[in-house]
């Protein structure tokens, strides 16, 4: 997924650019580059390869006042090459831009714009809008673009200069997302808005069919009819070193390392005198919830094995019929849905198009539709309306981790909340489960000290060689199984399969061998003598085994010397102590294979197409 910075201000120009593309770092790239305007000269440097190469080629060149746009890469129209990389440049010199998305019909502009003797110098659909652009400019820049939008069919974030508007950055968008942001004569655009937190919190993230000038005095918008309207900022309540890396060696350790405190977070305002309370986030009543006969837990990923999670919990209180669906899946399957749904679609970045279209359908058959994201006004928040955001703060690794553990908070919250608006949550329950969970935060943190990571780590070590892993574990111990293969197999390219304990012997037990290590997920209070009952019937098959236990399960030594051990938890609250030791394990497997553990290859970290 490509990345955008734009700048226009009185600072170092290129510096503020190459500093914004690389907090967009994390998305995947293949290219990268810069464009100031300096004299009425468009400066471009392009480059195959990493913001770093990037930035020591334009030091070369020696060009930093003026405006600018940086762009990030990641090839789908051409292939890698630096002719490919953006800001593309039209013919006549005079407009540059950079491009997020795909322009469907780029062939059919470019055929038209060659017949007119227009040369092209690229293989990308970029060109063909950089290229119409400068066909019908006559320098009214919002003439132009207005024009453009009637013209390309597709999805895009577009930034635009020309040559002859001074301090002028424009931006168009449908489709993909872009922020712009303003502060003391600075204007800034970015795809990301961690990229602006330095600068501002107050931001304005770009709708779709909308236009943006962006220069020293401030940012105005308009429709794709040039219409100027006015647009309310929104306040980012993120601050700029939790977009920072720290001393960790990756995001992903440091954002791991965060998890007591976003769990803390999350709890905040919304447990009091061991009772659960919601009132503050949602206006609902006894009566609406009890109409909801149905709850549709609908997600991507990791946001997906959360609801899992959620879903398991849930049951035990009763009453609820859960289902819990895959977002991809749910808009094209024939599930009953109506006004008595309730509807909860959860996505970290709220930009996932998946979630958001089941979002869409859901809202187009009358189900009361409910977000939990962790993007304030993300696409999906302000299209769905009533959300609950998790306060884990920007999350950069593409391995969730703390907006995992934030999201399970959440929904654990949300689900206790739900059945005490219909009666149906004990007090007793409720009292235990709160107590478990305001409990949780210094659990987390015991799962971090460092005697802790070390096990993990040399464990790791012992195995990293492996062929591939098979996660186990039953009842409310199977869900961050799901969770726990799927970090390894992001972060570590190994094939890892998440299996209730029990439906091995289904088939899969055919797999196990030396090369094939089992991680059993066998907390003391979740049937622990079933599941170690199958364990011991793996082991005969030669797999290895790596023991998730709780902390004083003297008996699991006999079955296997790799023992990270787990808090003592409620059993309803066993995914929260599984997370931590199972995204490390993934995190030091990854790391003794080499892997790029923050950007790891084909994956990036909201999925937008
Ligand atoms: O932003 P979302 O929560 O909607 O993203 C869903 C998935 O794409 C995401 O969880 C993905 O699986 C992550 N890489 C998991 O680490």
């Not at 997020?100 to 293989?123: C, M, P, V």
């Not at 069919?209 to 309207?229: R, Y």
């Not at 005198?273 to 909801?292: F, H, I, M, R």
């Amino acid at each position: 997924m490509c990345g955008i910075m734009g700048y226009v201000g009185d600072k170092n120009t290129t510096a503020i650019i190459l500093d914004g593309l690389a907090k967009h770092e994390h998305r995947t790239y293949d290219s990268a580059g810069i464009a100031v305007i300096a004299d009425g000269k468009i400066h471009e440097t392009r480059t195959i390869g990493r913001i770093s190469k990037l930035a020591k080629k334009v030091k070369e060149e020696h060009f930093s006042n003026g405006f600018g746009i940086g762009h990030t890469r990641c090839a789908t129209h051409g292939e890698v090459t630096e002719n490919n990389a953006h800001p593309h440049i039209s013919s006549d010199n005079k407009v540059v831009l950079v491009h997020n998305g795909i322009i469907d019909n780029a062939q059919e502009i470019r055929t038209d714009l060659e017949a007119k003797g227009i040369t092209f110098h690229t293989e990308t659909d970029t060109e063909s809008a950089v290229q119409y652009l400068a066909y019908v400019y006559e320098g009214d820049p919002k003439e132009a673009i207005t024009k453009l939008t009637k013209r390309i069919r597709g999805s895009y974030a577009l930034v635009i200069m020309f040559s002859d508007k001074k301090d002028e950055i424009w931006t168009a968008s449908k489709g993909s997302s872009i922020v712009v942001g303003h502060t003391n004569k600075e204007g800034f655009c970015a795809s990301d808005p961690s990229a602006l937190l330095e600068f501002t919190n107050d931001i304005w993230f770009m709708d779709d069919n909308e236009l943006a000038l962006i220069n020293k005095d401030g940012c105005k918008f308009f429709d794709f009819d040039g219409v100027e309207h006015f647009k309310e900022t929104m306040h980012l309540d993120w601050n700029a070193t939790m977009a920072n890396r720290g001393n960790y060696a990756h995001y992903m350790l440091k954002e791991i390392h965060e998890q007591p405190h976003t769990v803390a977070q999350t709890l905040l305002g919304r447990v009091a005198d061991n009772k659960v309370d919601l009132s503050n986030d949602l206006d609902w009543t006894p009566e609406q919830a009890k109409g909801w006969k149905r709850i549709h837990f609908v997600a991507c990923g990791t946001s997906h094995y959360a609801t899992v999670s959620a879903a398991h919990i849930m049951e035990t209180f009763g009453t609820f019929d859960i289902r819990t669906e895959i977002a991809s899946e749910y808009s094209y399957r024939n599930i009953p849905i109506g006004p008595d749904t309730l509807a909860i679609f959860v996505t970290q970045s709220g930009e996932t198009s998946d979630t958001l279209l089941a979002a869409r359908l859901a809202k187009s058959k009358g189900a009361k539709c409910l977000v939990i994201t962790n993007v304030r006004d993300s696409t999906i928040h302000r299209e769905v309306g009533d959300a609950l955001i998790t306060p884990a703060g920007p999350e950069i690794g593409v391995a969730a981790t703390k907006t995992y553990t934030a999201q399970l908070t959440m929904l654990v919250l949300l689900g206790m909340y739900l059945a005490k608006l219909r009666g149906n949550l004990k007090e007793e329950t409720e009292i235990r489960l709160i107590e478990g969970l305001t409990s949780m935060p210094a659990k987390l943190a015991s799962l971090l000290e460092q005697e802790q990571e070390e096990n993990i780590e040399k464990i790791a070590r012992n195995f990293a060689d492996a062929k591939g892993f098979f996660y186990m574990g039953r009842s409310l111990a199977y869900p961050p199984c799901l969770e726990g293969a799927l970090k390894l197999k992001e972060i570590s390219y190994l094939l890892a399969e998440a299996y209730p304990a029990g439906e091995m012997k289904h088939g899969p037990i055919a797999l196990l061998d030396k090369d094939h290590p089992i991680i059993a997920l066998v907390p003391k209070n979740i049937l622990w003598e079933k599941t170690m009952s199958n364990i011991e019937e793996y082991m005969e098959k030669g797999s290895p085994i790596i023991a998730v236990a709780t902390v004083e399960d003297e008996e699991i030594s006999r079955y296997t010397k790799n023992i990270i051990y787990t808090p003592e938890t409620e059993p309803e609250l066993f995914s929260f102590v599984a997370a931590i030791p199972l995204q490390l394990f993934a995190y030091y497997i990854a790391r003794q294979r080499g892997c790029d553990i923050d950007m790891p290859r084909n994956l990036v970290k909201a999925v937008t197409v």
